[in-house]
């Protein structure tokens, strides 16, 4: 349990601290350190990035701004300073005095010391300009699942000129994934390289083969481990005719939050095509409409095949089509992929702020040492509205299911071994709630699945609040293990 709680806390920690890295200079003691506040920057709200650099001995500075691809968009400072601190303002604009489009930009400051010009440090902050802030209640209360569809030997679609799609995807969910962590918000992505998101190659499900499918198979265990509150699939599309065109986003309507995966796909088809019918005069975007596909990342439990189901709302979306010349042209632009990733972003953030309920949870504490079947365990954990409208008379519901080699995948009910209620919880309100479990038995592993039921008892996983799961292994009390019954008996 303690490894457990402390792992999830080391993740944690990774998520939630914005990327910055301070240089390690000489001696251990950092020359450079650099931190920005501000961000996301509402484009046009006339807000400021905040940047904070401090020099631990004299140096010659440089600090500017820079996009995602490396290029500078903006000089912040450049010239020797004395030790201490400085700091400036970035109010999203370029050298041309224009405001810069929706993505993330970085911070990124050298320094080379006066009294040893061979050694430059270098420091960076991501930051992220957009429209609007995502679940500005609370954005670090967000996880996200960002799954860039296809890499490594998977190419997924490849354009006449041999452009991979996996690369395109990619790159977008990248962007995406810097946008949101910009934004203070987490994000569980597949991959961030060219490569399996099953890899190491893990046997996944239960066919005893590793193939296609375990790669299928670890996206949405990225996206379920980490309880994201949306899955996001990426993909760009490709058809014989070349003349085909234009955006689609998939779903699957035959899940219990069904409804919802249909309002996120509607709500990023309609950014998409507002992006792509931005990008060049005369291009006006095919609209394939928000569509119903069974999908692996997608569908339900279907066994042998896919024992763990994505476990919230999400959707798998189609950008342009490499087969059509104009839309390969636009693809291979850093500044359309930026777009695309600003239209998923600008989709989550309208998606978040119209959604009704959604509980989040943390693991506080647990027992620890040897349990025994029957006991009665002490469980904290802390209860989150993520939603947008009050909890009033809601309750937290503890089962104990045999344990699985992962976790659950099913939103299954199990045996109730405690429960208790949750006070009246405003959106963006968290409280810390106490729990009595009664240890399950016989002696073995088991999960112990927390999820949250509002007053008629709809479970808060039918809505795609992913569970909260904990693993517990318990022993045979005293008197069982010295007279054990016979096999025959069980
Ligand atoms: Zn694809």
Redesign the pocket.
Known sequence: MRRLVSALLVTLAILLSLPSWPAAGQEGRPLLTLSATGSPLISGAGERIGVRVTLSEPADLRLRVADFDGRTVRELFSGERAAGALSRGWSGRGTDGQAVPSGPYRIVATATPVADRGSTERAEAWVTVAQRAVYPRRPEFITVAVDP??GGALS??VGPDGTR?ADL?LDIGLRLARMLEGAGVNVAITRTSDAFVNDPPVERTGDGVVDDDDELAARPDVANRARADLFISI???IAVDESVGGPSTYYFDERPFGARSARLARVVQDEMLAALGDIAAGYEPYDHGALIYPYYVLRDYDPPRLRRPTQMPGVLS?GMFLSNPRELRYLKRPTVRARMAAAYYDAVAAYLARRTTHVGYRLLAGPDGPITSGDTLSYQVEVRNQGNEALRDWTVGVSAFPAPEHYIGRIRRGTPVGEASIPRLDPGDAATIDIDVQAPGPAGDWMLLFDARDRDGKRAAASGSPMLQVPLATRDPLWLTLAPPDEDDL
Do not use: F, L, Q, T
Request: no cysteine.
């Open positions: 569809g296809h997924g679609a799609e995807n993909h760009n599309n189609e």
